[in-house]
């Protein structure tokens, strides 16, 4: 299949897609996934080891490459999610809204050619319904948490030094001194 982008796409086209890249689905074109930075990866695997202490009765964590099928057209592949409703989890990822999603931000995605990325992510997550949507900063060694509130997101900052409590999950805690001690300033 020829991922250009004059041609709308939908979840099909995407789960069919058999070349060896990795690719998003926004609101019907098809954007390549870049292989991340080191940094960015002993972030998003900390995050995800830490996560690994939930009840594995109540959450499901699936790291990157998972699929998340928010709409027809549009299916991200964010660094970490966790999902409680085993119903939406498929053979191809997870259909609907996780209740947390984490996207770790490195300087090479940042200034490449989608910098609107970020901020259409933050409005599909919002009106698919994430509960939870974090965006952990290496540079800044911070995380921007976004927790759904009355239909819309209210934001915390959390930095290196401190623990991050996710809401969605019960109020499971993230010790971001250990997600940001590889970090180079």
């Known amino acids: 299949m020829d991922a250009n982008n004059s041609t709308r796409y939908t979840y099909e086209d995407w789960a069919a897609l058999d070349d060896s890249n ?42 990157s490459p998972y699929g998340v099928r928010l709409f027809e057209d549009t299916v991200f592949q964010p660094d970490i999610s966790v999902i409680s409703d085993r119903s939406k989890i498929a053979i191809k990822g997870c259909k609907g809204a996780p209740d947390l999603i984490v996207e ?36 800044s060694m911070t995380v921007s948490a976004f927790r759904l509130s009355d239909g819309k997101y209210v934001s915390t900052i959390f930095r ?26």
Not at 106 to 125: A, E, F, Q
Not at 127 to 134: I, K, S
Not at 168 to 184: G, K, P
């Open 22 to 63: 990795r690719y998003e689905l926004v609101d019907g074109k098809l954007i390549m996934m870049s292989a991340p930075l080191t940094e960015r990866q002993d972030v998003a695997y900390e995050i995800a080891r830490q996560l690994g202490g939930l009840d594995s009765e109540k959450y499901c964590v699936f790291p």
């Open 104 to 139: 770790v931000m490195s300087g090479y995605n940042t200034k490449r050619d989608y910098d609107h990325l970020p901020v259409v992510k933050y409005l599909k997550y919002l009106e698919a319904g994430v509960r939870e949507y974090w965006i952990a900063h290496p540079d």
């Open 160 to 185: 290196k030094g401190e623990k991050a409590c996710i809401e969605a999950l019960d109020d499971f805690v993230i010790d971001l001194d250990l997600v940001f001690c590889n970090c180079i300033l």
